[in-house]
């Protein structure tokens, strides 16, 4: 299915392999996701509505890569902005500065969606503004925590309509 570990292994998107006719309607999705976990629910829904395939990135070091062969979408959260070390340094997570490094994973990438925590003021989200600038893509979407309903729907239909655009 275009995702593969550093190892070998291959990471089962969340509804498992699917054709190559369903690759085209709709994007891989990429994401982080810490240990809370809303971004990864976040994703479950978009999938349950979309049928889109995801995969995650390791949350751990020890963690083999996550390497990708295929264009995808990230989704990421935002962390540690504006925490005193730079107004941007620290927001997005170490993992998926990793992830992007690879230099094949950073020429597939399409588009990012965010999320974070509108408490966070100027710095909500900014995770998505630095990869969008970084790596030349569209900010696609912003939502806070694991999003509502409406941010379902239009995640969902937005990616649908867009990704048969690419
Ligand atoms: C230590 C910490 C720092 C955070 N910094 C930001 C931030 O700068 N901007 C933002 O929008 N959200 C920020 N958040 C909120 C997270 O992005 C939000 O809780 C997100 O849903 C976490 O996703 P996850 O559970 O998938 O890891 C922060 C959360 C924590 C715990």
């Not at 990429?30 to 995801?54: D, M």
């Not at 588009?111 to 893509?137: D, L, M, P, Q, Y």
């Amino acid at each position: 299915m275009g995702v593969s570990s550093a190892t070998g292994s291959r990471y089962a998107a969340f509804g498992g392999y699917s054709t190559a006719d369903e690759r085209e309607e709709v994007p891989l999705l990429v994401y982080f996701s810490s240990i809370s976990g809303n971004t990864a629910r976040f994703v479950e829904k978009i999938q349950a509505k979309l049928g889109a395939r995801a995969v995650r990135i390791p949350l751990h070091s020890t963690d083999a890569d996550l390497v990708v062969d295929e264009p995808f979408v990230l989704v990421t959260p935002t962390y540690g902005g504006g925490q005193g070390r730079g107004e941007e340094k620290g927001a997005v997570p170490r993992q998926v500065i990793r992830f992007l490094n690879d230099e094949q994973n950073r020429s597939l990438i399409r588009g990012v969606i965010s999320a974070g925590n509108t408490n966070f003021g100027e710095h909500f989200c900014i995770a998505g503004e630095i990869i969008s600038r970084k790596c030349h893509v569209p900010h696609l979407y912003r939502l806070e925590l694991f999003g509502t309903p409406e941010d379902v729907d239009r995640v969902s239909e937005g990616l649908e309509r867009w990704w048969k655009l690419q």
